[in-house]
C-alpha cells in the first residue's frame, strides 16, 4: 500500500461506517487513521496472521474473503466495499485471521491499529454499538452467501455477484471482473462463468471487455439475480441504515 495525501481537515474519509459515526465517535479514531491506496490483488492478511490493522475501503474500492481449500482453489466468500470494513471486527482483533482478505478492486484505503480502535469503543458507547451492529450485518452476508450458494443456480449467482460488485463500484456500468474472479466468487470452474456470461451477452445484458464486465441491461441483470442481495440490503436497512452503497443517492 501507498501512503495517500491528506486530506482537508473536516473531510471525511469516503467510507459509509466511518461517515455514519457522530462528531465526538469520529474525532476518538481521526487521528489515528491513515489514507492509503491499495492496488487490486493486493492481500491485506493470510490465514494465520495476527490482525493488527482494521481496513476501511473507501469509494469503489472492494476486499474479498476467500477461503483455501485443500485441493488449492480458494472459494470467495463476501465482498466488503465502502459499507464496512475488516480485520477485528468481529473479535477484538490481535487474533489469527482465519481467511486470505484480499483486494478485489484497487483504490483508496484507511487504516487505523486495532488496538486503538479497542481503547475508543471503552470510552465511547455509542461507537461500540455502530461496530456491534457492523459486525451483526457482516455475519448477515455470510449467512446469506451460505445460503446462495446451497439453492441457487449459477446464473442466478453470477448475476448477483455482477450487481453486488456494479453497486460498490459508484453504479458504474463497466465492472472490473474477470471470468477467473468471477469463477473464484462462484466457486465453479472458469468454463461454467463462461458458459452464462455468454448467455448474457447473447441475451444484450452483458457485454465483455479486457478484464472487465459491461453491464447493458442492469434490469435485466436483476430479473436474472436472486433475491440474497436485497436481502443483505434490507438487513444494513434495519441495523444501520443508510450505511449499505446506494449509488442513487450519492453515498
Given at each position: 500500500?501507498?501512503?495517500?495525501?491528506?486530506?482537508?481537515?473536516?473531510v471525511?474519509?469516503?467510507?459509509?461506517?466511518l461517515?455514519?459515526?457522530?462528531?465526538?465517535d469520529?474525532?476518538?479514531?481521526?487521528?489515528?487513521?491513515?489514507e492509503?491506496?491499495?492496488?487490486?490483488?493486493?492481500v491485506?492478511?493470510?490465514?494465520?496472521?495476527?490482525?493488527?490493522?482494521?481496513?476501511f475501503?473507501?469509494?469503489?474500492?472492494?476486499?474479498?474473503?476467500?477461503?483455501?481449500?485443500?485441493?488449492?482453489?480458494?472459494?470467495?466468500?463476501?465482498?466488503?466495499?465502502?459499507?464496512?470494513?475488516?480485520?477485528?471486527i468481529?473479535?477484538?482483533?490481535?487474533?489469527?485471521a482465519?481467511t486470505?482478505?484480499?483486494?478485489?478492486?484497487?483504490?483508496?484505503?484507511?487504516?487505523?491499529?486495532?488496538?486503538?480502535?479497542?481503547?475508543?469503543?471503552?470510552?465511547?458507547?455509542?461507537?461500540?454499538?455502530?461496530?456491534?451492529?457492523?459486525?451483526?450485518?457482516?455475519l448477515?452476508q455470510?449467512?446469506?452467501?451460505?445460503?446462495?450458494?446451497?439453492?441457487?443456480?449459477?446464473?442466478q449467482?453470477?448475476?448477483?455477484?455482477?450487481?453486488?460488485?456494479?453497486e460498490?463500484?459508484?453504479?458504474?456500468?463497466?465492472?472490473?471482473l474477470?471470468?477467473?474472479q468471477?469463477?473464484?466468487?462462484?466457486?465453479?470452474?472458469?468454463?461454467?462463468?463462461?458458459?452464462?456470461?455468454q448467455?448474457?451477452?447473447?441475451?444484450?445484458?452483458v457485454?465483455?471487455?479486457?478484464?472487465?464486465?459491461?453491464?447493458?441491461?442492469?434490469?435485466?441483470?436483476?430479473?436474472?439475480?436472486?433475491?440474497?442481495?436485497?436481502?443483505?440490503?434490507?438487513?444494513?436497512?434495519?441495523?444501520l441504515?443508510?450505511?449499505?452503497p446506494?449509488?442513487?443517492?450519492?453515498?
Amino acid at each position: 500500500m501507498q501512503a495517500r495525501r491528506e486530506e482537508p481537515a473536516g473531510v471525511r474519509p469516503f467510507n459509509n461506517l466511518l461517515r455514519r459515526l457522530n462528531a465526538a465517535d469520529f474525532a476518538l479514531v481521526a487521528p489515528n487513521l491513515a489514507e492509503v491506496d491499495a492496488n487490486a490483488g493486493e492481500v491485506l492478511y493470510s490465514p494465520g496472521d495476527d490482525v493488527e490493522i482494521v481496513h476501511f475501503p473507501c469509494g469503489p474500492s472492494l476486499v474479498s474473503y476467500l477461503v483455501p481449500n485443500e485441493d488449492g482453489r480458494d472459494v470467495e466468500t463476501i465482498l466488503i466495499g465502502r459499507e464496512g470494513a475488516v480485520g477485528g471486527i468481529v473479535s477484538q482483533g490481535f487474533l489469527p485471521a482465519y481467511t486470505r482478505i484480499m483486494v478485489k478492486f484497487a483504490g483508496p484505503f484507511v487504516r487505523l491499529p486495532v488496538g486503538r480502535l479497542e481503547a475508543a469503543k471503552k470510552q465511547s458507547a455509542t461507537l461500540s454499538n455502530i461496530f456491534a451492529r457492523y459486525a451483526d450485518c457482516m455475519l448477515a452476508q455470510i449467512f446469506q452467501s451460505t445460503a446462495c450458494n446451497a439453492i441457487h443456480s449459477i446464473e442466478q449467482r453470477t448475476a448477483k455477484w455482477i450487481i453486488s460488485a456494479m453497486e460498490r463500484a459508484d453504479g458504474d456500468e463497466v465492472v472490473p471482473l474477470t471470468h477467473e474472479q468471477l469463477a473464484t466468487l462462484l466457486g465453479v470452474g472458469r468454463s461454467y462463468t463462461s458458459r452464462v456470461i455468454q448467455t448474457f451477452k447473447a441475451e444484450g445484458i452483458v457485454e465483455t471487455r479486457r478484464g472487465s464486465i459491461l453491464v447493458r441491461n442492469a434490469d435485466a441483470l436483476r430479473i436474472r439475480s436472486c433475491l440474497c442481495n436485497e436481502a443483505v440490503k434490507g438487513h444494513f436497512e434495519e441495523v444501520l441504515r443508510g450505511v449499505y452503497p446506494d449509488p442513487e443517492k450519492g453515498n
